[in-house]
């Protein structure tokens, strides 16, 4: 299971912290991302995480986002700084580049950004 919390409503320039906790998997040796779904959009990956720490980031929120994981918790995090409106949407955390079991993606966590 794949559960995603932390999200919330912020204004444009301001900060939140995701965190997403995974069970029923070795979460170690599987690389991991941030996914996110706006209204009437495709889900976009976010950023991604290898199982050494390793990361990548959409040319969208580089600079402005980091992704880390711990995996003594199970857990991954995407760590958001000045939040901007076009951030507005749904994140989902899973395995990369594909999802970790067909295509479970969890009940993600809404992040609204007002302006």
């Known amino acids: 299971q794949l559960q995603a919390s932390g999200g919330g409503l912020v204004r444009a320039g301001g900060s939140l912290r995701l965190s997403c906790a995974a069970s029923g998997i070795i979460f170690s040796i599987n690389p991991m991302a941030w996914y996110r779904q706006a209204p009437g959009k495709q889900r976009e990956l976010v950023a991604t995480?290898?199982?050494?720490?390793?990361?990548i980031y959409a040319g969208s929120v580089k600079g402005r986002f980091t992704i880390s994981r711990d995996n003594a918790k199970n857990t991954v995090y995407l760590q958001m700084n000045s939040l901007e409106p076009e951030d507005t949407a749904v994140y989902y955390c899973?395995?990369?580049?594909?999802?970790?079991?067909?295509?479970?993606w969890g009940q993600g966590t809404q992040v609204t950004v007002s302006s």
């Open positions: 899973n395995g990369f580049p594909a999802p970790l079991w067909g295509n479970y």
């Open positions: 995480v290898t199982t050494r720490g390793n990361t």
